[in-house]
């Protein structure tokens, strides 16, 4: 699977919109682009993933852009609750009945101030 | 709703112990099923998974092993604990297919003394 870069770390306040900047320069054209997040001592949650288009649900909205290069995952009015290490992945599609494989990095740390 | 259950919550063994660690899932039936490691500072690590029962396969040689006896079971061990595996140990399972997100458990904490 291609490498991503992100930020090792990010500040934000309650309240604001965040950006999360990820890089995928050897993006092939089969690999998704997935965002998992994970606090100390929990299992990574789910995200968010998409391939081409923006993609939006109830957690966050992702932008990728047109070349697949990079994406930014926005998240709305930021919450303490929102404060974790977020992981941009790219995860080539699977061939039915094989499982599929995450390859998490070190993620960016996201904090969140009152 | 699925639900996912690990077992012990947490554990300390002393070096060349044996070790098994439990994951259940309810709710959904034929889920793959997966084993993650991460060293306490460290990055996540895919050990095994299991697309049905009696079929694991490794992704990382840890000195461990894995079994599915049951279809919402999957069990991870070893006859003989090192220092080196201690750590946190997840539990995640996906639904058949591809583009499949994982729903990761609560976790296993394991200190090797």
């Known amino acids: 699977d291609a490498k991503t870069t992100q930020p090792d770390s990010m500040e934000s306040t309650e309240g604001e919109t965040v950006h999360l900047p990820c890089s995928h320069a050897t993006i092939s054209g089969n690999e998704y682009i997935y965002w998992y997040r994970q606090v100390p001592l929990q299992g990574p949650e789910y995200v968010t993933h998409?391939?081409?288009q923006n993609t939006t649900n109830s957690m966050a909205f992702l932008a990728i852009a047109s070349d697949r290069k990079s994406s930014t995952l926005i998240l709305p009015h930021v919450s303490l609750r929102d404060a974790a290490v977020y992981h941009c992945i790219l995860r080539v599609a699977m061939q039915q009945g094989t499982g599929s494989k995450l390859s998490f990095g070190k993620g960016a740390k996201l904090t969140v101030s009152p | 709703a699925q639900t996912i259950h690990q077992w012990p919550v947490a554990e300390i063994k002393a070096v060349g112990s044996p070790l098994s660690l439990g994951c259940t899932i309810k709710?959904?039936?034929?889920?793959?099923l997966y084993w993650y490691w991460q060293a306490t500072g460290g990055t996540l690590q895919q050990l095994f998974y299991?697309?049905?029962?009696?079929?694991v396969e490794s992704v990382v040689q840890l000195n461990l092993s894995a079994s599915r006896p049951k279809d919402d079971q999957f069990i991870l061990s070893t006859e003989k604990l090192l220092l080196s595996h201690s750590g946190f140990y997840l539990c995640?399972?996906?639904?058949?297919?591809?583009?499949?997100?994982?729903?990761f458990g609560p976790g296993t904490r394991l200190t090797v003394l």
């Open positions: 709710g959904k039936s034929s889920p793959n």
């Open positions: 998409g391939l081409q």
């Open positions: 299991s697309i049905t029962v009696g079929q």
């Open positions: 995640a399972w996906s639904l058949e297919g591809d583009y499949a997100e994982q729903f």
